[in-house]
Structure formats: C-alpha cells, structure tokens
C-alpha cells in the first residue's frame, strides 16, 4: 500500500491535496495529521489524528512507511498570533518533521514555505531574489526551509520540494479573494491605493497541478514559487471579478491615508473582528509580482488565468457566490 502523510491536513490546501492525491491513484492511503479533526476523515483511502507538529511525532502515526510526507502546518495568519507564536510552530514543526521523517524512514518530503521570505519586493521577484523578510511569518519559513535542507543534506537518497506560494485561493476558501469578490458584489470595494499594482495569486487547482508535477520529478531538490502566471495587476482582477459577477457596481481608487484610519475605526466598532483590518490594507496596497521562474524553466504548464480561474471555482463551489 502506497501511503503519505500530510501534517496540516485538516487546512485548505491540505484537504484539497488529500482529494487530489486519492482521486489521481498516486497514493491508496493519505493521513491528515493536524490539531483540528479532518473533514475528509472517514472517507475511502483517508484516516487522520490529532497531531501538534510542536511535540515529537509517534512513529506509529501510520501503519505503512510513507512514501511522501506533506509539511503544511504553520501559524500564517496575519494578523492573528503573537510574533513568537510563528516561530514556535514554524520551526519546531519542520524540526519534528523532520526527525519524524528520518525515523520512520521516509526519503522525501515536500514543504510549503511562502512569498513572505522576500519581503516587501519593488519589482518582479524569482527564486533567485534575496531573502529578506520583514514579518514573524517570514523570519520563521526561511530558516524552517533550511532546517528541512540540512534533513535532506544527509543522506543522498532524500528528496525535498520546497514550495514558496503566494496567497493561494479557491473552493472553500474564506480568504482575501473571496472577501473581495464578495466585497465587489455588494459595491463597498475600492482599490487601496493605485489600480496598476501587480497581485500575484495562486489557485488552488494549479498549485495541485504543480505538486503533481514536481513528485514526478528526480532532482534531490526542488525550490519554486507557486502563482498563477503572468501576474495581473489589480485593476485587471477586478475587471475579471466584474466581469464574472456581470457587476456594474463602481469600484474607485482610495488613499491610504482615508483607508487606514477607516479600517481601525471598523476594528474597534467590530471588537476587532471585522474583517478590514489596517494590517490588510498595508498588504492590499503592496505590490506583489512573484515570478514562478523555476516551474517555466522546467515546462510546467499553467492550466489558469484569473479569469479561468473564477469559471473553475464556481462550478466546483456555486455557494461560494452566491
């Protein structure tokens, strides 16, 4: 029996991936092992257990060696955690992983790392950028992708995916994405600053697409960004969005400086739970343009633009739009 074990399972993109992996025939057993109970738990093909990625992971979490161990956990909200909170679960986690990863005999592992350890970029940014990240959630990946580096380091037959996505969206998903859409649909949306901004964004499906393709790669190791290719700019988004939804609702361009006090005045009418928060809005008018260089040098075929990619999301999740 071919089997993996995916740590974070119970989130977004875990359970997209557990359903992705059963459904293609890679794997006959996935196991999510996560602190929150799986969704998928039960189904053909899934088992799940209450794990914390913090503490020393029982060898016995599976029956069979795993083929393929999935690093998703993470604290990654932003804002949400105290700044050591990022790196209690960041680092210990890939530090157990790891240990988990050699003592059940396991010789390849995936990680999912994020954009967050560039930093704030002026222009387009590749693999091949400077590490500088400014965030807890940032300073806590990249020394995590080096922590599982040095796993792989020793021993030639060990292979390591190392995933940098951007803010990955789809079915299901609550996120920035979808606060917009729905934001634009009731007519309260506006550009946090200058329309021209570049936001790069990754669906779900094509990031499934990409793990795929990288598992059935040879290189000991592989490091890539994952975002839908070419990046788009804001404006671009919107009109795709309006264009969807048939939205005649106007959208305009707001300063930070009216938008920013806006959004505290709704944090303390809200109890801090409204979602327009100021830390958002500093993110919202900050260009991203991640360029997937790794994944175009080695052919990978993106399967969506934004456009495409609303079509797909609403025939797999209509109540997502409505």
């Not at 400014?134 to 580096?149: C, D, M, Q, T, W």
């Not at 979808?178 to 790069?200: E, V």
């Amino acid at each position: 029996m071919s089997t993996c074990v995916i740590f974070g399972g119970a989130g977004f993109i875990g359970l997209h991936l557990a359903e992705r992996l059963l459904k293609s025939g890679r794997f006959d057993h996935v196991h999510l092992a996560d602190l929150r109970g799986a969704q998928l738990d039960g189904a053909p093909g899934v088992t799940s257990s209450i794990t914390d990625v913090r503490k020393e992971i029982p060898e016995d979490l599976v029956a069979e060696r795993p083929e393929w161990i999935f690093n998703l956990a993470a604290v990654h909200r932003e804002p949400g955690h105290q700044a050591c909170e990022y790196f209690d679960t960041n680092l210990a986690g890939a530090r157990m992983v790891a240990r988990y990863a050699t003592a059940v005999g396991c010789s390849n592992i995936y990680f999912t790392s994020s954009i967050a350890v560039y930093g704030p970029t002026s222009g387009a940014t590749s693999e091949s950028a400077p590490i500088c990240p400014v965030s807890p959630y940032g300073g806590s990946k990249y020394p995590a992708e080096i922590l599982h580096e040095q796993w792989q380091s020793l021993d030639s037959r060990r292979r390591l995916v190392i995933c940098r996505p951007g803010v990955i969206y789809g079915p299901g998903d609550p996120g920035n994405i979808l606060r917009m859409i729905r934001a634009i649909k009731r007519g309260y949306f506006a550009y946090p600053g200058s329309t021209s901004i570049c936001k790069s964004y990754g669906y779900i499906e094509g990031l499934l697409d990409s793990i795929e393709f990288v598992l059935n790669r040879t290189e000991p190791v592989i490091r890539y960004n994952y975002v839908e290719h070419p990046t788009e700019p804001l404006g671009d988004l919107v009109r795709h969005v309006k264009t969807h939804l048939d939205s005649r609702a106007p959208v305009v361009p707001l300063p930070l400086w009216l938008l920013l006090p806006a959004a505290s005045l709704l944090q303390v009418i809200t109890g801090g739970r409204g979602p327009v928060h100021p830390v958002r809005v500093r993110k919202a008018a900050r260009s991203t343009h991640i360029v997937p260089q790794s994944l175009i040098d080695m052919g990978f075929r993106f399967r969506f633009d934004f456009a495409s990619s609303l079509v797909d999301w609403q025939e797999q999740s209509p109540e997502d739009f409505s």
